[in-house]
């Protein structure tokens, strides 16, 4: 399985910017993508989650309100949504996939996660 994740840039405090998660070469039936951020110095945090065969959605109370996760099967891509970025958001992204079933109070464990994507850095201006 690999995961290409892209969308990432510079933005102003205020503004948005949409990640993309290319999903590929999977042969399980069902699966979550998650997205977590590493910002410098700082642990890799869990961002949002979902379903893929479902859509059941799961987010990080830091970022509910703001940003929003989906996905589109037909084009085997997950979304992030991020709006009124702050920057306190800057950070580099990561796309993952977690095969199979679990509940979603899973989905923010990173060690659920088998397979990750590269990283898109997303910074964030005052």
């Known amino acids: 399985v690999q995961l290409q994740a892209s969308g990432g840039g510079l933005v102003q405090a205020g503004g948005s910017l949409r990640l993309s998660c290319v999903v590929s070469g999977r042969t399980f039936s069902n699966y979550v993508v998650g997205w977590f951020r590493q910002a410098p110095g700082k642990e890799r945090e869990f961002v949002a989650a979902i379903s893929w065969s479902g859509g059941s959605r799961y987010s990080a109370d830091s970022v509910k309100g703001g940003f929003t996760v989906s996905r589109d099967k037909a084009k085997d891509t997950a979304y992030l949504q991020m709006n009124s970025l702050t920057p306190a958001d800057t950070a580099v992204y990561y796309c993952?996939?977690?095969?199979?079933?679990?509940?979603?109070?899973?989905?923010?464990?990173?060690?659920?996660?088998?397979?990750w994507g590269q990283g898109t850095l997303v910074t964030v201006s005052s």
């Open positions: 993952a996939a977690n095969p199979g079933w679990s509940p979603p109070t899973n989905w923010s464990m990173r060690d659920r996660y088998d397979y």
